[in-house]
């Protein structure tokens, strides 16, 4: 039994799925369509950069999805790897978006508009510089929750992705996030200060949320065809309704990614496989079940090697 994951932010390079867009015609038509949609040459920064105009946000976030989606439809269209047979799909923030459109609950089109208004939106919720976020590595989630109570009058940072064993990510301002790196470094806990440009998953979002709820509640939405584990409550769900609602609580909720993981696992779920760019997703999978299967695929051989998966 086998889910198919998506990645989200911080996967992006320059370059990613060139390899599908030379050798399939219909790959070139999702990348032209999308550069209709959003009126820019998405194409261009994602073949050819710069990695700065990749990296911003509302240019990041459509880039990430165009990238899975395609290699998903190669996967569907080049082999008889039955994608489709999987018992849960799943993303990583904004990896739940492109989950949802490959399981026919958004169309391409909406998947793109919603993507292109959620990056804008998550980007200038916060001033440019005002925010930012940590990976916290090799302690446990109740430490770090433990940390953030007990210092909460001196600074208000908050869990934004609870990402496997001993990888937490927290978002603040950068004057909080200052202040708690100086408690990290006095109980001698490893953290890097992630190159973002905005704290994501968490109440600093809350102008994003407040944009973006009537964006996503009057879209169409479809029951999906395989069941989504949403980020917010890592469980399954199908009811379109209730992934409306909560890909709104996900703009400022914690990415609870190794709960996702394990309530597969625990499902009967032994085989990931990563669609996307990087293998961010399989690393993390790794860290929280070393016992199960884990492929990743981002380029044509990968995608022939599933057949044998």
Known sequence: MFSVVFPGQGS???????????????????FVEA????????????????????????????AIFLVSYSIFNVIERET????????????????????????????????IELLKFRGKAMQDA????????????GSKIEEINYLIKENKEK??????NDNSIGQVVVSGSNKSLDDFSLQLSKNKIKFIKLPVSAPFHCPLMKKATNEMTDKIMEAKFHSPSIDIVSNVTAEPHNNSDEIKRLLVEQIEKPVR????VNNMIESGVEHFIEIGPGKVLSGLIKRINRNVKVNQVNNLKEVYNLINA
């Open 12 to 30: 992006q390079i320059v370059g990613m799925a060139k390899e599908f867009h030379d050798n399939f015609n219909y790959v070139k038509d999702y």
């Open 257 to 260: 990614w190794r709960e996702s």
């Open 126 to 137: 916060v001033p440019q510089g005002e925010g930012g976020m940590l990976a916290i590595l």
């Open 80 to 111: 008889n790897f039955k994608i489709k047979k999987a018992k849960f799909f799943a993303g990583h923030s904004l990896g739940e978006y492109s989950a949802l459109c490959c399981a026919n609950s958004l169309s391409f089109q909406k998947t």
């Open 155 to 160: 600074f208000k940072c908050y869990i934004a």
């Open 35 to 62: 550069d209709d949609l959003l009126q820019k040459n998405l194409s261009n920064i994602i073949l050819e950069g710069p990695t700065q105009k990749l990296n911003e946000t509302e240019n990041t976030q459509p």
